[in-house]
């Protein structure tokens, strides 16, 4: 029985194990093609030849509608969309056709008509320009006719708003009536690929989205079904007498129509699928320890306590403090992202804070809102302190309504110094002002589809020498803009609030928050990305409490690496002999790695009455530290009293 206590003991300090894999992401192809309804597909991979293959046959919408390239710029087999670059979920030789010729360049399908009368459709792809948007006309394409009022269920760029303009047309074969909708969708001046899909949806609805969220929607006053066209072009307008010059300087590529209108989710899922790597391969370590390992870490709560309302700082010793306003507005020991929600990186048991909005008004607040780090050493904001910082956290939305998610503060119409903000059930705003007044502001970046909150991982980066912010969800930068006119330092807050904006609109949020962290230095985007990646890290199998080596036993080895590092307070990692992840390499950790002392993976753990002669084993041999100091640290009467106090927990349980 008290063998089997210690051994909890042991193991409770240790790293929680990682469990089972995640499954295996898809790539783009394989979620296109594994979706329902698919009725054409031109991936336009050719590299040869004046053919695009319709690589969905048997339909009965357009059959094999093959489609056929002619003009004089035109070039297939060009580089799409690639791992090389950010475009993760494709293959290395992705190939794209590229048009030049704005009078002449177009791909055609000869099947059309089977598409006249439809109530429900998606048409979708990807689209780059090749010249700058300013003063261009781009055509993308779709359903169409010669004449007026050609657009049937189609595309194109008009760069008067530099916008993407896509519109049905319905008509009514009773009254001779045609009605018409249009959505636009922005696209950024960047000569960079985009993803393009529009959906018909019971004759009523079409969306408009743009790399993965949803742009524009508008609606029809009546239910009649699509005008039958008389053309289905891409590259071009099917009306060239008309708009000779209304082309494509650009590439199109992974052109298709699904026979229904596909969910906001599926959008998401698709674009997720072209643009995120393996999820899992790039960390090399699990998320609280890659956390540790990035280097500049000032503060770190992990919001794992189930009790009470303080919540430890693992590194500084900044701790939170919860204050209740009203109401019971927060609930801590709520489950964070944790395996078995697919984040194999995290502990099995991670817990996470609750914030009740509207029942409530509880926010946390840190013992010290004015300093990076330790209350009383932490890098101070004043006097042109705080040049670089990011601030990593998880955030899991509940409510539909503004919420203050965590930052720097301080009183005042322009109170956010650094912080994350929460405007609509959807969306992310991020801020943060310089010492002399000036600020950048994102706008309002889609994190969620209406309805469907999920986990979300949120890096804030301010580099005072660029004068730049920067924003990060789930890894891929979403935000990047810089204001020459700000100062390199950050204006000076009165406090870091999580939960509630206290010093201004009161904004209670209605979410959970996890395993806030905040550093000294500007993250790159690889570091942002292997920050998220380490959520869903797999790696080995779980190692052996104490062996910092890694190398699948616990020895010598181990016991070096933890005496090299012996008392290191800030930042410490498992290699370095931190064993129960706390950040600090202490005699908690000596107790881990004394427990488990010349055992493998699997194997037994020594007795409770031997610890101590292992532990002065290990020193005397190892000689590794000042005598008095190992001897008053593996005095006998030491162990006893870890060993005694261990059973006195484990019987009160």
């Known amino acids: 029985m008290r063998n089997t206590m210690w051994l909890q003991f042991a193991v409770a300090a240790a790293i929680v194990g990682v469990t089972a894999p995640m499954a295996r992401a898809a790539g783009y192809v394989d979620t296109l093609t594994g979706m329902s309804g698919l009725i054409s597909y031109w991936n336009l991979n050719e590299s040869s030849g004046l053919l695009a293959a319709d690589l969905v046959t048997n339909d009965t919408v357009d059959g094999n509608n093959a489609g056929a390239y002619s003009g004089n710029g035109l070039t297939v087999g060009g580089p799409g969309m690639r791992p090389a670059d950010g475009f993760y979920g494709f293959a290395d030789d992705n190939r794209a056709p590229i048009f030049s010729d704005k009078s002449s360049d177009v791909l055609q399908m000869p099947n059309y008509t089977g598409y006249g009368n439809r109530t429900d459709l998606t048409m979708m792809g990807w689209i780059k320009f090749n010249e700058p948007n300013a003063g261009v006309e781009a055509h993308f394409g779709g359903l169409e006719r010669v004449g007026s009022d050609r657009y049937l269920f189609a595309a194109h760029y008009d760069a008067r708003f530099s916008d993407l303009r896509a519109r049905i047309r319905q008509y009514d074969d009773i009254s001779w009536q045609e009605y018409a909708i249009m959505s636009r969708a922005f696209i950024p001046d960047d000569q960079r690929w985009h993803f393009f ?94 956390v540790q390992k990035l280097g500049g870490l000032r503060n770190y709560w992990r919001f794992d306590e189930t009790t009470g309302t303080t919540f430890v700082d693992a590194v500084a010793g900044n701790n939170g403090a919860l204050s209740t306003v009203s109401g019971f507005p927060a609930n801590v020991g709520r489950p964070g992202p944790a395996p078995a929600d697919g984040f194999a990186g995290m502990p099995t048991d991670n817990a996470s804070i609750q914030f009740v909005a509207p029942d409530g008004a509880g926010y946390v607040s840190t013992q010290d809102g004015q300093v990076l780090g330790a209350p009383t050493t932490g890098l101070p904001f004043g006097d042109g302190g705080v040049s670089e910082m990011t601030m990593s956290l998880w955030f899991k939305n509940t409510y539909d309504a503004a919420g203050y998610v965590a930052g720097f503060e301080r009183s005042g119409d322009s109170r956010y110094v650094f912080a994350a903000h929460h ?33 979300h991982h949120l890096v804030q980066v301010w580099d005072g020498t660029e004068k730049r ?55 790159s985007a690889a570091e942002a990305f292997e920050l998220y990646d380490a959520a869903f890290f797999e790696g080995p199998a779980p190692r052996v409490p104490g062996d910092a080596s890694g190398d699948g036993k616990v020895n010598a080895a181990d016991a070096a690496l933890l005496a090299a590092h012996w008392l290191k307070a800030t930042g410490a990692v498992w290699g370095e002999g931190d064993f129960n992840e706390d950040g600090a390499v202490d005699d908690l950790d000596l107790a881990i790695l004394a427990a488990n002392w010349s055992t493998a993976a699997g194997a037994a753990v020594p007795e409770p009455a031997s610890l101590a002669l292992i532990g002065a084993g290990l020193l005397a041999a190892l000689g590794l530290v000042r005598r008095t100091h190992w001897q008053s640290q593996w005095h006998t009467t030491h162990w006893q009293s870890q060993w005694h106090t261990t059973c006195a927990r484990e019987e009160a349980i």
């Open 197 to 290: 899909v529009m959906t018909y949806e019971s004759a009523t609805t079409m969306r408009l989205y743009l790399d993965g969220w949803q742009q524009d929607a508008d609606s029809f006053s009546t239910d009649l079904g699509m005008v039958i066209p008389s053309a289905l072009v891409f590259g071009h307008d099917a009306d060239f007498a008309n708009a000779p010059l209304r082309g494509l300087n650009g590439q199109l590529d992974e052109l298709a129509f699904v026979d229904r209108a596909i969910t906001p989710q599926e959008v998401r899922q698709l674009w997720d699928a072209a643009t995120l790597p393996e999820l899992g391969k790039t960390a090399t370590a699990p998320y609280r320890q890659t």
């Open 423 to 455: 405007p609509t059930g959807t969306t992310m705003r991020f801020y943060v002002r310089s010492l002399n007044e000036e600020a950048l502001v994102t706008g309002d970046l889609p994190i969620d589809v209406a309805g469907d909150f999920l986990w």
């Open 469 to 523: 912010l920067t924003v990060y969800i789930d890894g891929r930068e979403r935000y990047s803009d810089t204001n020459d006119l700000m100062s390199e330092y950050l204006a000076v807050p009165e406090g870091f609030f999580i939960g509630r904006d206290q010093l201004g609109d009161t904004r209670e949020l209605g979410g959970f928050v996890d395993e806030i962290s905040l550093f000294d230095r500007a993250f």
